[in-house]
């Protein structure tokens, strides 16, 4: 059987690379990549003021990401990139106020209870399937990418504060991440090459006055919250979300909780890293099953089979059994990692593997390059959700594989971000056939997670009716907007 490659950029030479970020003010870090990048195990990469040390082995990527000695603290280009919305939260600080931070929130997402979220979950799910349904009737083209975006925005929006994304502020809020995301890039290329490490620059005055309405607003729907629970008969003994977690958080040593601003910074990381990584990776799977209906084909199989062996029911449990459907996901996560980048760097001279470290040098961890790596995968660059069932294929070396992160900082949602893929995958997957336009101008691009260079357009049909799921009609018109622009 033949394996489909899917898009990806064909790698050129370093000077051709640094030639197109002088000459054409090229954005795209992945189009810039050259060759050796995804060869190498270790070595400086192109030319670079700061210096860039690319690592794609997997003991000295642990290395780094394990961080024993406090050596390699989150990159300072990516922190400028994010600060102006998420202040000094989990997600960019280091060091000690990172292992406050985690200490206080790492408990709420392992008590977090699955059976509440997945509630949530199914809920916009099933809304969304009957959006589907009027545009399968209707015919109109739709955005693969910004209508999962809504959708996964919905689903954490629910489970943060337990209001659906239609409510009128929590709409707001994701309007303005689409300004954020669209205008802002996980690492600024220009001052890669050309800046000195920790050289201080602000954002446009555009993605500034953007994060300042989207902290407002997170505060105003925190405020919300506060107010609804505090009305709640103490009797009603209702399940904390996760706003509620963040609020009663404290930290083990001084007992002291997050203030409101932390809270503030707290929530639009939720908000951030909950719904356009994983709307990132669903975007990538179904492309890929709309490119390859065979695949799609026997994802379809296993849901049905599930659903007469469970009475129709697909709950976590059931869910948990989709084997293939959650092996699509992987390797959607290993070709498009949504995080594509997990830059570091260095703060002090030092050695990692044969390489001579110095003060200020960008370490570049990059997903996309390890999963990529022909030392580690066969066929790297097809997409083979095969190769996840144990003994068919060479296991991949340990620590190739690392979409979550690794180590202390690994992804605190990567459980509810499974679920939620599985779900979506095998709801959408089960009533509809996606048709993609012009298929061959996809191109991925890495800007704050793994996104296609422009929106991807498709058509939808209905294969079957959602008879298995409840009926819901969609609550909002204004989802209208997830028709293509
Ligand atoms: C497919 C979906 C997701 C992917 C691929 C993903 C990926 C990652 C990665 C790679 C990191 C580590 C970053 C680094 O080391 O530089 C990370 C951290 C994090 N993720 Fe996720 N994530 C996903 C979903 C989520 C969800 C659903 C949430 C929350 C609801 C979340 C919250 C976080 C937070 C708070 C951190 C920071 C952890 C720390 O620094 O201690 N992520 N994620």
Not at 30 to 47: E, F, T
Not at 114 to 126: E, K, L, T, W
Not at 142 to 162: K, P
Not at 302 to 311: I, M, N, P, S
Request: net charge positive.
């Amino acid at each position: 059987m033949t394996l489909y490659r899917p898009p990806a950029p064909w790698p050129s030479g370093p000077l051709r690379s640094l030639l197109r970020v002088v000459l054409r003010g090229e954005r795209n870090l992945l189009s810039l990549l050259p060759l050796p990048a995804y060869r190498m195990r270790i070595g400086r990469l192109g030319w670079s003021r700061r210096g860039i040390v690319m690592v794609n082995d997997p003991a000295l990527v642990s290395e780094v990401l394990r961080d024993p000695q406090q050596m390699y603290p989150k990159n300072d280009l990516m922190v400028d990139a994010l600060q102006a919305l998420v202040g000094d939260s989990m997600f960019v600080c280091s060091g000690a106020n990172w292992q406050r931070q985690r200490a206080m929130i790492e408990p709420a997402f392992a008590l977090m209870r699955i059976d509440r979220v997945f509630d949530g979950m199914a809920q916009a799910v099933d809304e969304q399937v009957a959006r589907l349904e009027l545009a399968a009737c209707d015919g109109t083209l739709l955005s693969l990418d910004a209508m999962l975006s809504r959708l996964t925005a919905d689903i954490v929006c629910r489970a943060i504060f337990s209001v659906p994304l239609a409510s009128a502020t929590a709409y707001r809020v994701f309007e303005d991440f689409l300004v954020f995301e669209r205008s802002c890039a996980n690492v600024d290329i220009g001052r890669m090459i050309f800046a000195r490490p920790w050289t201080a620059t602000s954002q446009t005055a555009a993605v500034q006055s953007a994060c300042q309405r989207i902290r407002a607003q997170i505060g105003c729907l925190l405020d919300q919250h506060q107010q609804t629970r505090a009305q709640q008969p103490a009797s009603a003994a209702v399940p904390p979300d996760l706003a509620q977690m963040l609020v009663e958080a404290r930290d083990p040593a001084s007992g002291q909780g997050f203030t409101r601003e932390e809270l503030i910074d707290q929530l639009g990381v939720f908000f951030l890293a909950g719904h356009e990584t994983t709307a990132s990776a669903l975007t990538w799977a179904f492309f890929v099953l709309a490119m390859q209906p065979a695949l799609a084909s026997r994802l379809r199989a296993e849901v049905a089979a599930q659903r007469l062996l469970t009475g129709g029911v697909l709950d976590p449990a059931a869910l948990r059994q989709l084997s293939f459907t959650r092996n699509v996901f992987r390797e959607a996560l290993r070709l498009y990692p949504p995080i594509t980048f997990l830059p570091r760097v260095a703060l002090r001279d030092g050695q990692l593997g044969p390489c001579r470290i110095r003060r200020g040098n960008m370490i570049m961890i990059a997903p996309w390059t390890l999963h990529r790596h022909a030392d580690f995968w066969d066929n790297p660059d097809c997409f083979d959700p095969d190769r996840f069932v144990s003994g068919l294929d060479r296991a991949h070396a340990a620590g190739a594989y690392i979409p979550f992160g690794q180590g202390p900082r690994v992804c605190v949602g990567a459980a509810f971000a499974s679920l939620e893929a599985t779900l979506i995958l095998a709801r959408l997957g089960e009533c509809f056939s996606f048709t993609v336009q012009a298929p061959e101008r996809v191109r991925p691009a890495a800007r704050l997670t793994t996104r296609p260079e422009q929106e991807i357009l498709i058509s939808v049909g209905l294969l079957e009716r959602a008879a298995a799921g409840p009926s819901v009609r969609p609550e909002s018109l204004r989802w209208s907007q997830m028709k293509a622009s």
